[in-house]
């Protein structure tokens, strides 16, 4: 993993998988400085190779979709203007000045199609996280209504696990598990409305949310993190959905499909990291993240303007 930039008036304090995120170093602790940077990761790995302006991309579409969902539940960001009191210019349109958080610790997770870790526990039980679903389902159909099927969170290496609704009410409150999937349920209803209107299928997403600290929402459910991004969600071209295979998608799945091919050389069970991507993986899966974002806010984001 490449080291986190020195940014001027932020320490760093930590990085996941995608992104950094600093402090003030000094005043303001109510704010820290979210930065998504262009790593990518795939099977629990954070691969050597960036793509190059993802981290724009991912801030972008995140900032834009904050907006469309403003009126069902406030989100974490203060600003994303470059300059004094904001963005430093290093990292100006993949970074957000965003309010601290208590965050939940659960993946708040929406599916309304079946793939994934869902269709591998449901060919095992015919349930996905103890929810029961009609027989006869395959890759890619569509749900008879979307569920909720939250997930812990790990650590960056190893995996989320899914779990049943009662394992999260012990973990957090019965009260709050419930307002966590209604939550959860209303913003992937209004996105998936969204998305559908512009011919793209939103398959599933996962959300972060945490409680506000201060203000006069203190104590409310926030958006926090990233929203509704090729990162977090499967969106599938609409025209292209046949279930019973693999959809095509606008994410990272050039570089998963590489990854395990013959070409890359690479044994998934291994100890071993993976290794470099070849530039038309790389150039590949960028396009896909661009034209996730053009086909959703219906305008062309221009990467050299943030280079």
């Known amino acids: 993993m490449t080291e986190p930039l020195q940014l001027p008036g932020w ?32 099977y629990d790995h954070v691969l050597s190779t960036p793509v190059p302006g993802k981290g724009v991309v991912l801030t972008q579409l995140s900032l834009w979709w ?8 406030p989100h974490h960001v203060v600003t994303a203007e470059p300059g004094p009191g904001g963005v430093p210019h290093e990292v100006a349109g993949r970074a957000m000045v965003c309010r601290r958080l208590d965050m939940v610790p659960v993946e708040c997770v929406a599916r309304g199609y079946l793939t994934g870790s869902g269709l ?22 569509r749900l008879p209504e979307p569920i909720f099927t939250p997930a812990t969170k790990a650590a960056v ?3 989320d696990e899914n ?7 012990g973990q957090v409150g019965r009260e709050l598990a419930e307002e966590l999937r209604d939550l959860t349920l209303r913003v992937y209803a209004r996105a998936e409305g969204i998305a559908r209107e512009r011919g793209v299928i939103l ?8 409680r506000a600290t201060q203000g006069p929402d203190a104590g409310a459910l926030v ?16 025209a292209q959905w046949e279930p019973g295979r693999a959809q095509p998608s606008f994410d990272k799945q050039f570089v998963r499909d590489w990854l395990t091919s013959p070409a890359s050389g690479w044994d998934r069970a291994s100890d071993a990291p993976p290794p470099p991507l070849p530039a038309d993986v790389v150039e590949r899966t960028r396009d896909r993240y661009l034209e996730a974002y053009r086909l959703l806010t219906g305008q062309n984001l221009d990467l050299q303007a943030y280079a």
């Open 11 to 42: 320490r760093h304090v930590y990085s996941g998988k995608v992104r950094d995120l600093y402090e003030p170093t000094a005043g303001d602790d109510a704010v820290v400085l979210v930065v998504a940077s262009d790593r990518i990761s795939a």
């Open 66 to 73: 904050f907006d469309q969902l403003a009126d069902l539940v």
């Open 120 to 141: 591998a526990e449901y060919r095992e039980s015919g349930q996905v996280t103890g929810i029961p679903l009609p027989d006869g389902l395959v890759d890619g159909s």
């Open 157 to 159: 290496g190893e995996h």
């Open 163 to 169: 779990v049943s609704l009662e394992v999260v009410a």
């Open 203 to 210: 398959a599933d997403t996962k959300l972060e949310l945490g």
């Open 223 to 238: 958006l926090g993190d990233e929203v509704l991004t090729p990162d977090s969600s499967r969106f599938w071209p609409a």
